[in-house]
């Protein structure tokens, strides 16, 4: 099985794209592969309880019905600190979710670290 890095960067500015990269890190979770998932720049809002509770992408379903399976999978979810700052995006935000702020070499890193990476 493959270390899949998902790398978000649409949040609610795209719905669909923002949606079918969950979508997809949750189908490789499904398949059995070691999923991780990096938010940043516009997906940092994704990680917010109303925008995670109400965001539905054309044909790439529920995003919270991805994000579930996911949280379950215990799939690491990583956020841009700089991202969160910009855009209001607090520690509350990321209570639920699994997440928590990084900064850019994280990203390289596990980039780096990833046998594939998907950027939505």
Known sequence: MAKILFNITNGTNN????????????????????????????????????????????GTGVLKEHFNVLKKGRVPIYVSAISCDIRGVTTQDLKDANARKVFPKTLLNLSLEADRTFVY
């Open 15 to 58: 719905q669909t794209k923002a949606s079918l990269g969950f979508m997809l890190a949750r189908t490789a979770v499904e398949e059995g592969h070691e999923v991780i998932v990096f938010l940043n720049a516009d997906a940092v809002s994704l990680i917010r309880p109303p925008v995670l509770d109400n965001l539905v992408g054309l």
